[in-house]
């Protein structure tokens, strides 16, 4: 693959994006898409819809996989393998599984990871009747309302910990951590904290990031743990500024707590930067206290040569 | 009615073979199971390892076990199933360990070398580069074990069975067994069967087949669990060197598979039951604790799983005729090493039924099913093209030819998809692919979503 064209890994409301900042500025790029639609998990989220409708101009390559085999890291298609040496992952959200999250007991049908409710959802298929997503956030919330108008009787939205977000009326959020499914073919209760609920299908909505492919530069959901369409805009701005960035001098960033910085090396000439907690609260920045209530904020770095993060009242 | 000369009860790793190698010398074979695929049993959740010889050493079990691993580079070898052998690794890592090693070391040397498995010592520099994730101060290194892909192993010897012409029942559970002067009854919930000859496979539910034909036997189910991360964190089999060990924090290592995963287990649960395969917290702060001291953990934990042993009332393998017949050859308690003892249960099992009368034909060769999946391809640095280049799972390289291959080859459930592609097995289990493999599985097979299952009955997936 010609090494003067950006590779970017996935056709979501990040990739998209950075797709189209970088075009912006000059660069070449080829958008490659596993599914055969564009939009990630986006496509359920109205404020990102609004977004993703003006990039539609932006060509994809649908049906087209990065994956990394034997050591080395290929576009594959239809049409054939071809060598990738670098590239930027834009690919989204880990889904971790449910072992990684403590959740034990029986290996029935009916646990789902966010993804694959959403991808069978979109089909026209539904994934169950009594549902319970395991996860309080944006994204389950909107496919809590997407399932309900697909017909599912009960939903419920179980949050592992207090989490600052509004949830319509019609949506029950209970509080815990659910530690094992019960099921012979079918799932038939989870066990949320010490109290058992009934239900025939648990939906895994607990997110993180990740980049499978070494050498890659990485944006969006897969950079850090953002829920607003407009976090994941500044991520591919940010990136776009970066990669334009003809110095190789770096402001130094020094980080105390669970805070995550984007990006993960900051170019002297970036004038901004982005900092996320998705639990919200307040952090200094050189001394400077920024409000984080929407899980994120994009500071001014201008002209710093280094910068000191830390949570606020810790 | 049907008609065959071996009806084989169970299409676990044990009946499979026995057809396979009944079928070879061009006996007609019918397979019944209640599952609606083949291996899906006991043989589904275990650890995938040939082992050497188990204690008590004189026991039915050690004697096939070290039999069985010596069948099995042939085995492997003619269906071309992926395998590896490697060391057991015995790792002392305090200074207790360190100090009970040189006896160990000469135990273990007469007993396992007069078998044929080499032993040696491993030091401190030496135990580093082998494996540089251990942590230990020396360790035993015990030759002659292997890891095998056992649902590579059991749709491939599936595959060869039904070229060979083997009848498969399957979603049929046998319900009773009637033995007369010159054949045997077989009811299942779909009919009746004859045979010349029963060979009584079925696992865990062994015993209750050989009751049928008065043969008096009990089988429990002890459970055993495992975490599987998703990278490889060893070479070898690494194991604590401990010289005895409390029930429920006993057995299992540190083991590498080989597609590139490492399970840390079995342990051996303290509470005894046939049917709860469920992963318990206090089971996974076994394995944590147990494996941890030893190894660096490389790569997240993707799954945990158990699995039944079948363990007979005696503690050891029990292969016999039933007293009122030798038309019936029953093979209960085929608990661990089991997978590594089938082979040499199968010969045993054809020498059983050839000594009671039955005829066995000259050997037939085997089909050939050697195969390159699209993963193999692309390892190899090889072109793919067309629906081979369709990837459904990017995290096992798994595309639309892979699907539709497993498909031909008898898949009948998402689980039959996912044990004989990988599909779903890697980092993201299934986050980008089980949704797209449900409506590729259903267009190939004609099977409406709805009606596809998981993996057993009502195991439903969409309405
Ligand atoms: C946790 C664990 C780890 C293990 N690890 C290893 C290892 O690393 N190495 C090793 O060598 N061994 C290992 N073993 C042992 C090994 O898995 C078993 O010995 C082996 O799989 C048994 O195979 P089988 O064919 O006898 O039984 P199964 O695979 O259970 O086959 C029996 C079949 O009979 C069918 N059946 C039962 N009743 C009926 C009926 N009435 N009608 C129709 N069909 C019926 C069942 O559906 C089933 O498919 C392990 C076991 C466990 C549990």
Known sequence: ?314 | MERYDVVVVGSGIVGLLVAYELSKRGVSVAVVDENLEPGFGVSKGHASVIHVIQPPFSSLKSVLAVHGNKLYDRLVGELGVRYRRLKALLVASNAVQLAILPLLYIVLKLLYETRGFKVGIVGGRELRDVEPNVRGWAAIAVDGYAIVDSFDLIYKLFEACRSLGVVFHLGTRVTGVNVSQDCVDIETTRGSLKASFLVNAAGLNSDYIALQTGFKVRVEGRRGSMLVFDRLQVRNIVTPLVLLERRGTKGGGVIPTTWGHTIWGPNLASDISKGDRGVYHEDVAVLLRRFSRIVKVRGRIIKAYAGLRPTSHKGDFIIAYSPTSRRVVNIVGIDSPGLTAAPAIAVMVLDMLRKAGLKLGLKRRPPSLRYLSTRDKLVLGLSVQGDEGVIVCPCMSVSLADIARAVRGGARTLDGVIFRTKLAMGSCQGQHCLGRALIEFSRMTGVEPRYVVKGGEGSWIVE
């Not at chain 1, 994809?60 to 040496?85: D, F, M, P, W, Y």
Request: proline content about 4%; aromatic content about 4%; glycine content about 10%.
């Open chain 1, 1 to 314: 693959m010609d090494s003067g064209v950006n590779v970017i890994a996935g056709a979501g409301l990040s990739g998209l994006t950075l797709a189209r900042e970088l075009l912006d500025r000059g660069f070449q790029v080829r958008v490659l898409e596993l599914r055969r639609r564009v939009g990630g998990i986006s496509i359920i989220d109205g404020d990102a819809r609004r977004i993703l409708d003006k990039l539609s101009d932006i060509p994809v390559e649908l049906e087209k996989a990065i994956v990394r085999v034997g050591g080395r890291t290929l576009a594959v298609s239809r049409s054939g393998v071809e060598g990738v040496v670098r590239g930027i992952t834009a690919i989204g959200f880990r889904v971790p599984s449910p072992a990684e999250l403590g959740i034990l007991g029986d290996r029935p049908s009916g646990v789902f990871p966010f993804h694959v409710a959403l991808d069978l959802t979109m089909e026209g298929l539904s994934i169950g009747r009594r549902i319970a997503i395991y996860g309080y956030n944006r994204y389950s919330v909107l496919l809590a309302e997407k399932l309900l108008e697909a017909g599912a009787r009960e939903i419920y939205i179980i949050a592992p910990e207090k989490t600052p977000i509004k949830t319509p009326d019609h949506i029950e959020v209970l509080e815990g951590r659910v530690r094992r499914v019960k099921g012979v073919a079918r799932v038939e209760s989870v066990l949320v904290g010490s109290s058992i609920l009934e239900v025939d299908t648990l939906v895994t909505a607990i997110f993180k990031t990740w980049n499978p492919f070494p050498n890659f530069d990485v944006v969006g959901h897969a950079a850090v743990e953002v829920y607003e369409p407009q976090a994941l805009v500044e991520t591919s701005k940010l990136l776009a500024d970066n990669m334009a960035c003809e110095s190789n001098e770096r402001i130094g960033v020094v980080v105390e707590g669970d805070i995550q910085v984007f990006p993960r090396v900051v170019r002297r000439c970036l004038k901004r930067i982005l900092i996320a907690r998705p639990r919200g609260g307040r952090v200094k920045v050189n001394g400077v206290s920024v409000d984080l209530s929407m899980g994120y904020a994009v500071v001014d770095v201008g002209g710093l040569s280094s910068v000191r993060i830390s949570v606020e009242g810790v």
